[in-house]
């Protein structure tokens, strides 16, 4: 685990209020344009710094660390939510709160993997990224930089106001295994159609505390760094083909399927279709059914074209999102090896990812 640390404001006239460890993975709030290729790559982050100033008038600690591979986020992988994950772990007890600098394409991924392997998360961790990289001048990642370290600093009574994983993105902060990416261009780049936003930054930050894990003083942080990757997602169309779909469902090192099905999880009703599922639920894959959906919910059995699957054994992802069930399903696979508890935990919510 490679990775250089920088820390700002070191000498603050008054006691700081917070301290903040910032971890920058690449992504486009930190690029620049690369004239001689034509496109945009990653760059050093002194240069972030010098296009943020404000920063440095932050009255909380602020502790930068890089890593030595920064990536468009493209390239994430499991091995470095592991790094992110031991990063936090291993600086738990020095700093009340973490923001992470991240490409915006698997943010939501991410996200929703962190809160899955930071079990007993009593303190902040706030993903933000940019649609523009920070040198331009009608860039975004300024002030989504500043107003997260804000939420992540924000605090009452000494208990911070945000203890879970979250993305904040043009003035929203969502649910971080609720989010999605959803817009390409625009800078309300995430949403989440299934749980309200926990905070809206105006001229103030309103936060949504109904809606906002509670701080719980005596939980302890326990970090679960291993990942199943012999997973995959594979989304139903009309006119699906029988050989493609018997070939990943007999794929021997395949240990489980994040099935993405049509409205409240159904699916076709065609012999060869359901037979294939059953016999590789009954050879022990796992399958997990979410919809294609932004919003709404897998109610399976509300139609005969989901009974079917309920009566095979496929678990609903009720109203999960596609990057939180893929990375809940890596998640239990890697714990548990006995197929029945591997179904009936990846029915439960485990940290927020799903309601009942
Ligand atoms: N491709 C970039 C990334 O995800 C896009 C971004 O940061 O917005 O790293």
Not at 124 to 137: D, E, K, M, R, S
Request: net charge negative.
């Amino acid at each position: 685990m490679s990775y250089r640390t920088v820390h700002i404001n070191p000498v603050l006239p008054n006691t700081p209020r917070s301290s903040v460890l910032v971890i920058y993975t690449g992504g486009t709030l930190g690029m620049v344009y690369d004239r001689n290729n034509d496109q945009l790559v990653p760059f050093n982050f002194e240069q972030v710094l010098d296009h943020v100033p404000e920063i440095r008038r932050l009255d909380f600690e602020l502790t930068v660390i890089i890593l030595d591979h920064l990536i468009d986020s493209s390239n994430m992988q499991p091995a470095v939510w592991s790094q992110l994950g031991h990063i936090i772990r291993d600086n738990y007890d020095e700093y009340d709160s973490f923001v992470i600098l991240h490409g915006t394409d698997t943010m939501a991924y991410t996200a929703s993997a962190l809160s899955f392997m930071l079990e007993g998360l009593n303190k902040p961790v706030i993903l933000t990224g940019a649609q523009l990289p920070i040198g331009v001048a009608r860039t975004d990642a300024r002030e989504n930089f500043i107003t997260a370290l804000e939420i992540a600093a924000a605090q009452e009574n000494g208990q911070p106001l945000v203890p879970e994983v979250c993305i904040y993105f043009n003035s929203m902060l969502l649910r971080g295994n609720r989010a999605k990416k959803k817009e390409s261009v625009h800078f309300n780049a995430f949403h989440s159609e299934n749980y309200p936003h926990l905070a809206m930054a105006g001229v103030r930050i309103e936060y949504n505390t109904p809606f906002i894990t509670p701080y719980q003083p005596d939980v302890k942080l326990t970090l679960h760094h291993r990942m199943e990757a012999r997973v995959m997602v594979l989304p139903l169309f009309p006119g699906i083909s029988q050989p493609v779909v018997q070939a990943i469902l007999e794929l021997p090192t395949l240990r489980g399927i994040v099935l993405e099905s049509f409205g409240a999880g159904n699916a076709p009703t065609d012999a060869w279709f359901l037979d294939g599922l059953k016999r590789a639920v009954d050879r022990g894959m796992i399958i997990f059914n979410v919809s294609q959906c932004d919003g709404g919910r897998v109610t399976q059995g509300r139609y005969q074209t989901s009974k079917h699957l309920d009566q095979i054994g496929v678990v609903s992802g009720a109203d999960c999102t596609v990057e939180a069930a893929i990375t809940k399903l890596m998640f239990v696979l890697a714990q548990e090896s006995d197929s029945a508890t591997i179904r009936k935990r990846l029915a439960e919510p485990i940290c927020g990812e799903m309601s009942l």
